[in-house]
């Protein structure tokens, strides 16, 4: 045997003897990696948020879950009491006599119940059934009456949804694509429009990636007026869905327009008078289907961008460009239907009105309009008069961004906000402060530490706050609107879900590819790390532009399957990358016009840092992983840089935004454009034509049935990949649609199984099956 012979032998003994120092997994430790889904960890946190339940006089109740079941609370904010609902004991008795079954004082049948306006009796729903209970005597009946504590804004009549007009006598919704009312009280059905049409109804919900049954509108305060629109999309392309089934397959067909477009969506505003019906077109041209917040122009739950005034005489309204870059700010007679344009701001990028919901608002009352602007590259607001369209003045202003218009006092002269990174530290930490109209009077009002979420009273008299951060258990209190401390409410324990193994995710800060901004995540590590191992680094990303990897900055027990995966021997990261929200305009801006970049430089030289921080990392075995944006970027990551991922798991990604809705490249893209070469500004982003480069072990997954991102995006990538006589792996799922519903578990595990196989190079169990249940405490005696 010659000397270069025995050399190949010896490298291929060592190789193996390497590769047999890795152990396989064991059901045993999937086991383990399960008990970190969030099906287990949630049912150990005890005292959670508090979700209120509004009743009037600003009174509330809520539901606070504890390790023996259930405790409702009632709250007086007026008298400060905090004390229980009723006697869960005597209740649980009263109800097991009547109902037959027995049940226990912390297991009541029931979620969530409504009282009498004189408080005492309560209404609620169990086995199909309504009930009452008088809580002096503590006897239970059948009862017919509607139960819920607050008017619902939506509700359901035949499969259709309907819309309650302010008052409640009415409901709106949509019938042969015409727009009917119906009173509540005698039944009757009006039909208020006659031309309504296939593609051209009225108050139709369609942007393509989304869509509804219900009707998408706007009551005027007096209950006497709708403004909504006829939605032409007559000449919009048509999108196809095919079932898996035996048998001829089901055809779904949709209007579903596409960067580029000749034709998309538009709109045609009208306003509708309701007792004598009438419909008033409103005076100016089409719009494109979109709103400041999105191209879903009831992202925010109801009709995005318009606003009644007081008396309904008038009705504000945003225009927005089909590139997002241009908005007009209008004001229509709801009489006649004229128009009269008050003020526009264009940006060169693409403009949003907040985050979640949308910072405008027109005052009718002295004529004013607060507007959220990015125009000094932060988040804020400004006062705008109504009447000449100038602007009065700017009302805050600092290197920090509002989020979120919460409450606007007229009368004072008052605006409640949310916003983020005005405070020290991690600048996605929300906090509520308070100013007045010319800018003066800043206040913080919720000077904790950490997230906070708040819930206002409908009086606007008190806010419930919950604090937290994602290492620290929420607290939550009530205040007064000035944000003095009236009660503590709940102060979560979290002793048992400790007690069962749980640690706390990892903040981590470090530097963006441009080596200055700073940059934040989380890192989840092993339980039981050993910090003389090695560990491979996963990447769980989701690049936005509109959100990003982390989500929420709040307390969470699971963070997906973040920790579970972390517990099979890995170190998980999730990265909030440039170009994403919440901070400032340069910031979010920093990838326009080039998303295919998906913040990857900065994903790279993070998971390089963090490698140099903790030696336990192993960095020559990087993973990625991601859904929908996140499936886009990590095929993206493992084309561009092939030599960094090492593997990768990509899950039903906009491989090719130009086979992707109209709207979002447009917005963060930019109109598709052709360039001087033939191709379009769109070509050099599509995933599909870096297929070539992959080195490492790739997985694709789609739902063959996705009406948001259809399947063809990942097919497109399948068929480069053939075409370059590149091996991959494929999950589909035929019948599902964009998050895999009953299999998401079953991809949860084909992922594990992935990593655990490629990335740590160990063999993995024979098909461990995970099972989600539901917290016992839910579930009645």
């Known amino acids: 045997m010659n000397k270069y012979l025995l050399s190949i032998t010896s490298v291929a003994l060592a190789l193996t003897a390497n590769a047999q120092q890795v152990p396989g997994l064991t059901d045993k430790d999937y086991a383990r990696a399960e008990s970190f889904m969030s099906y287990n960890t949630a049912p150990l946190v005890d005292h959670g948020p508090v979700t209120p339940n509004w009743l009037p006089g600003d009174k509330f109740w809520y539901r606070v879950l504890t390790p023996q079941g259930s405790e409702f609370i009632l709250v007086d904010p007026a008298k400060k009491t905090r004390k229980p609902a009723f006697d869960q004991q005597r209740l ?290 400004y006062l705008y008069d109504a009447n000449t369209g100038k602007l009065k003045n700017q009302i805050t202003k600092g290197n920090w961004a509002v989020t979120e218009l919460v409450n606007v006092d007229e009368k004072n002269r008052q605006i409640y906000f949310k916003a983020d990174g005005r405070e020290p530290g991690n600048p996605y930490f929300t906090h509520l402060y308070k100013v007045g109209f010319d800018g003066k009077g800043l206040t913080l009002l919720t000077p904790e530490t950490g997230n906070h979420q708040i819930s206002l009273s409908p009086d606007n008299n008190y806010f419930i706050d919950s604090y937290s951060s994602a290492d620290v258990a929420p607290v939550t209190v009530l205040r007064s609107l000035n944000g003095k401390l009236i009660s503590n409410l709940e102060k979560t324990d979290i002793s048992r879900l400790v007690a069962a193994g749980w640690k706390a995710p990892v903040p981590i800060s470090v530097k963006a590819h441009d080596g200055q901004t700073d940059i934040y995540g989380l890192m989840y590590v092993p339980t039981q790390l050993n910090p003389n191992k090695k560990y491979p680094i996963i990447n769980n990303i989701y690049p936005g532009p509109q959100g990003g990897s982390v989500g929420s900055w709040s ?165 480069a990949l053939e075409k370059a006589n590149k091996n991959y792996d494929l999950v589909v799922f035929p019948n599902s649609a964009h998050g895999y519903g009953q299999y998401s578990l079953y991809m949860t595990r084909r992922r594990w199984d992935y990593f655990v196989k490629n990335l740590m190079g160990a063999d993995a169990p024979q098909e461990y099956l995970l099972k989600a249940k539901t917290d016992p405490r839910n579930s009645a005696m």
């Open 555 to 719: 307390f969470a027990a699971s963070h997906g399957d973040c920790q579970a995966l972390a517990e099979l021997g890995f170190v998980v990261v999730q990265i909030e990358g440039t170009s994403n929200p919440l901070r400032s305009k340069s910031y979010h801006d920093m990838n326009y016009g080039h998303m295919s970049e998906n913040t990857l430089p900065d994903q790279v030289g993070a998971m390089q840092q963090l490698a140099q921080k903790y030696s336990y990392i192993d960095i020559n075995r990087a993973g990625i992983w991601g859904h929908s944006g996140g499936g886009f970027a990590t095929a993206a990551a493992m084309f561009r840089f092939p030599d960094f991922f090492k593997v990768g798991i990509s899950e039903s990604g906009n491989h090719d935004n130009r086979n992707y809705e109209d709207d979002w490249g447009e917005r963060y893209i930019g109109l598709l454009t052709q360039q001087p070469d033939g191709t379009s500004n769109y070509e050099a982003q599509a995933n599909q034509n870096f297929a070539k480069n992959l080195k490492g072990k790739l997985m694709l997954a789609h739902g063959l049935m996705d009406d948001n991102v259809p399947p063809t995006n990942t097919m497109l990538v399948i068929e």
């Open 92 to 381: 649980a008795a009263a109800i097991s006599i009547a109902t037959g079954k027995t049940y226990e004082g912390s297991k009541l049948p029931f979620l969530t119940f409504s009282f009498s306006e004189d408080g005492k009796t309560i209404s609620f729903a169990a086995d199909g059934k309504s009930w009452k209970c008088d809580l002096q005597t503590y006897q239970c009946s059948p009862d017919n009456a509607m139960v819920g504590s607050t008017k619902a804004h939506r509700s359901r009549r035949g499969g259709d949804e309907e819309v309650a007009s302010p008052d409640g006598s009415l409901v709106a919704y949509i019938k042969d694509y015409n727009l009917w009312v119906r009173n509540i009280k005698t039944g009757t059905q009006t039909q208020l429009t006659t031309d309504g049409a296939k593609d051209f109804g009225y108050a139709t919900d369609n942007a393509g990636w989304k869509a509804s049954d219900g009707p998408i509108l706007r009551w005027s305060p007096d209950s006497k007026k709708i403004a909504t629109f006829k939605q032409d999309q007559r000449n919009v392309g048509d999108m196809y869905l095919v079932t898996t089934n035996v048998g001829h397959p089901n055809l779904k067909a949709w209007k579903y327009a596409l960067p580029g477009d000749k034709e998309v969506a538009m709109i045609h505003r009208v306003i509708i008078n309701v007792d004598e019906p009438k419909v008033i077109n409103i005076q100016v041209a089409p719009d494109p289907h979109r709103a400041t917040l999105s191209d879903d122009i009831a992202s925010s739950g109801t009709f995005d961008d318009v606003d009644w005034n007081t008396d309904a005489s008038k009705l504000a309204f945003v225009s927005t460009s089909r590139d997002h870059k241009q908005e007009k700010f209008r004001i229509a007679d709801a009489a006649t239907g004229t128009v009269r344009e008050v003020f526009e701001e264009t940006v060169p990028t693409q403009y949003e009105s907040g985050q979640g919901t949308i910072n405008w608002k027109y005052l009718t009352k002295t004529n004013e309009v607060i507007w959220f602007s990015e125009r000094d590259n932060w988040g804020h607001l």
